[in-house]
């Protein structure tokens, strides 16, 4: 079982459409990332949240602490936002982390 | 800006040899990881250090060591390459400090034949 669960694995969206990717967890834990993953393979780090809500421009995230739920949404999406986006939780010790698989995004133009 | 540096981006080796994979960052950061990204398995860590010559086992690390003798740098080693090491390898790096973030390098996809 994985502490971290992601939905959906994969995602296709015409441009300008909005869009939420969801993360579940099932640890206890310091704070939750949000990965932007290009084909390239490097990885950016947009959000680091520990309780609601953080803004960058189109991109919104979220937690719920009590529910460990969290969400990333994308506003007017656009073909330069497709990507893999990948949820990691920080665990209580710091430097545990737990990683989902991963969405897969596409937007189409 | 921090800057994570992976020496190579791709990597094509045989079964039996002994591969290097070199991270360098920039930052002064104390910590830094190696992962592994394998399709439908995410981000798995190997190995990570929190101090110079000071290394921790990740959740997968048979097969593989780690040698970290300056602060800017930690080495991945793979001392006898197989096939089933054939990934993506991910290097990071984050400063002490509660609200730190991961930066990470741009990845090397090793092939092992």
């Known amino acids: 079982k994985n502490e971290v669960e992601q939905s959906p694995q994969n995602l296709t969206a015409q441009e300008g459409e909005f869009i939420t990717i969801n993360c579940s967890y099932s640890?206890?834990?310091?704070?939750l990332h949000w990965l932007q993953q290009h084909p390239g393979g490097g990885i950016v780090s947009l959000f680091m949240?520990?309780?609601g809500k953080k803004k960058h421009g189109r991109l919104i995230a979220t937690i719920n602490i009590q529910e460990k739920h969290s969400s990333l949404h994308i506003t007017a999406s656009h073909p330069r936002d497709s990507a893999v986006y990948i949820c990691a939780a920080r665990g209580n010790t710091g430097n545990q982390f737990y990683f989902g698989t991963g969405t897969s995004l596409t937007v189409i133009p | 800006d921090v800057k994570v540096t992976q020496s190579s981006r791709y990597l094509v080796k045989r079964t039996g040899e002994k591969v290097f994979l070199e991270c360098v960052q920039d930052?002064?950061?104390?910590?830094m990881f190696w992962y592994r990204q394998d399709p439908g398995l995410g981000l798995r860590l190997i190995y990570f250090s929190y101090d110079v010559k000071m290394k921790e086992k990740g959740d997968i690390p048979e097969g593989y060591s780690v040698s970290r003798e300056k602060k800017e740098r930690f080495s991945l080693i793979l001392e006898s390459a197989s096939t089933n090491q054939t990934s993506m390898y991910l290097c990071?790096?984050?400063?002490?400090?509660?609200?730190?973030?991961?930066?990470f390098g741009s990845g090397t996809r090793l092939t092992v034949v």
């Open positions: 990071a790096s984050r400063g002490t400090g509660y609200f730190y973030g991961y930066t």
């Open positions: 949240l520990s309780s």
């Open positions: 640890v206890g834990i310091s704070a």
């Open positions: 930052m002064d950061h104390e910590n």
